[in-house]
């Protein structure tokens, strides 16, 4: 279940910043890590926050 969330949600970013995304991959991992990284810059850690990371703020996160 995790990995099909894990690809939504890299879907859905992926369709919002259709034309401003150069690349984006997913790293395959154990122990329950889901970190967002935008130009090496970690913007979400599911590892610190214990929390799967919601699209809207990524994305805002994204755009600020």
Same mark, same amino acid.
């Given at each position: 279940?995790?990995?099909?969330? %894990?690809?939504?949600? @890299?879907? !859905?970013? =992926? ?8 690349? *984006? $991959?997913?790293?395959? %991992?154990?122990?329950? @890590?889901? !970190?967002? =990284? ?8 599911? *590892? $610190? ?16």
């Amino acid at each position: 279940k995790l990995r099909t969330q %894990s690809r939504k949600f @890299a879907a !859905e970013l =992926f369709n919002h910043f259709r034309t401003d995304i150069a690349s *984006l $991959e997913l790293v395959p %991992s154990s122990g329950g @890590a889901f !970190e967002v =990284f935008v130009d090496g810059n970690m913007i979400h850690s599911k *590892l $610190e926050t214990k929390q799967y990371p919601v699209l809207d703020d990524v994305i805002r996160a994204i755009e600020t």
